[in-house]
């Protein structure tokens, strides 16, 4: 079996990723859960990288016409499922943030009184 230059490339960059993936979830940097995920995701890449003939399989079963086209359309629903996910967990920094300015706000208020209220005792 001769190998293709896309083959060789899909293969080092799934190797990679993985151990990028594995090095990050070993500094506390990723859930085991995320990690599952994209060890998934990229030894996905790795098998498609070597038989990309498989897709045209997972085509046929899906009913979509050809290989390639599957894995667009599983690119894209990727895709739009990780900016989804981003957008939520924006969403939710946002509200943190938010609260977290007002109870500094607060504290900064009640650290400026009882800094008025001594300096009005001493005097």
Known sequence: MIFQIYQILG??????????????????????GMLSFWILIWAAVIIISIYPESTN?????????RGLDFILILGLIGS?????????????????????VRELALQRENLKENVEKSNNSLK
């Open 57 to 65: 399989l997972f085509a046929s079963i899906t009913g979509i016409g």
């Open 80 to 100: 739009y499922y990780l900016v989804f996910k981003m957008y939520t967990m924006i969403e939710s920094m946002e509200q943190e943030i938010t609260q977290l």
């Open 11 to 32: 293969t080092l960059i799934g190797i990679i990723a993985i151990v990028l993936s594995l090095w990050r979830f070993k500094e506390g940097k990723m859930t085991l």
